[in-house]
């Protein structure tokens, strides 16, 4: 089982309020990726990191912003939730090239 | 048209019976990954394969490089099975493009 975690699983909150989205593993995996998946839908790349102070942004467009200050966390932060920022938001990790994925067990947004 | 084309987009089989979904991809790779994702929305990675073929259990993964095809194969299917099952590939520097799901249903 892989030891990777997101806080809150689940989160519902009012239009306008910044929120944080919390990721970490305990593998020490390098390389971090945060997805938006829309029920239904498949998963895309919203941003990405091969290390500490590495972020990019991931191939579709999203208003979030990410941090990694430390290896194993990597937060995914919305200054201000609107809700066409509902949907699910999986975090994951890896080490090499290639490498299988560990996800965590995702983060269910909905913003009213 | 998407890069990864999965099919069928839903299955629905009775207990037992042998299944397959189907993976196509446009683009170059370097590995190419199978995924579960159950209704709770966790994902748990199944297969990684770059050439050949897999099996862990009862579930078989096979890739042709040649025709950018893959499929996944599931043996003596059981209800537990159903879930979303996602194709995704690897085009080199780790970032993966998904398909968009397989959604799996095995009745009792």
């Known amino acids: 089982e892989a030891d990777i975690y997101q806080t809150p699983r689940y989160l519902v909150i009012g239009t306008g309020k910044k929120i944080t989205l919390e990721c970490s593993q305990t593998?020490?995996?390098?390389?971090m990726y945060w997805y938006q998946q829309d029920p239904g839908m498949e998963l895309h790349l919203i941003h990405y990191?091969?290390?500490?102070?590495?972020?990019e942004k991931g191939d579709l467009s999203s208003e979030s912003t990410v941090s990694r200050i430390r290896t194993e966390h990597f937060p995914l932060t919305l200054e201000s939730a609107r809700p066409s920022h509902t949907s699910q938001y999986l975090c994951?990790?890896?080490?090499?090239?290639?490498?299988?994925?560990?996800f965590g067990p995702g983060t269910r947004l909905t913003v009213l | 048209k998407n890069e990864v084309e999965q099919s069928p987009q839903n299955l629905t089989a009775q207990e037992g019976e042998f299944i397959t979904i189907n993976c196509s991809y446009s683009?170059?790779?370097?590995?190419l990954h199978w995924l579960q994702q159950h209704p709770g929305g966790g994902i748990v990675s199944l297969f990684m394969?770059?050439?050949g073929k897999k099996k862990h259990g009862r579930l078989i993964a096979t890739i042709n490089i040649q025709e950018k095809h893959s499929s996944l194969h599931i043996t003596a299917s059981h209800p537990r099975d159903s879930a979303v099952y996602i194709c995704?590939?690897?085009?080199?520097?780790?970032?993966?493009?998904f398909g968009q799901g397989t959604r799996l249903t095995i009745n009792p």
């Open positions: 994951a990790s890896n080490v090499g090239v290639p490498d299988t994925q560990y």
């Open positions: 593998m020490g995996h390098d390389k």
């Open positions: 990191s091969y290390g500490v102070n590495s972020t």
């Open positions: 683009v170059g790779i370097s590995a």
């Open positions: 394969l770059s050439s």
């Open positions: 995704a590939v690897g085009p080199g520097a780790q970032k993966l493009v």
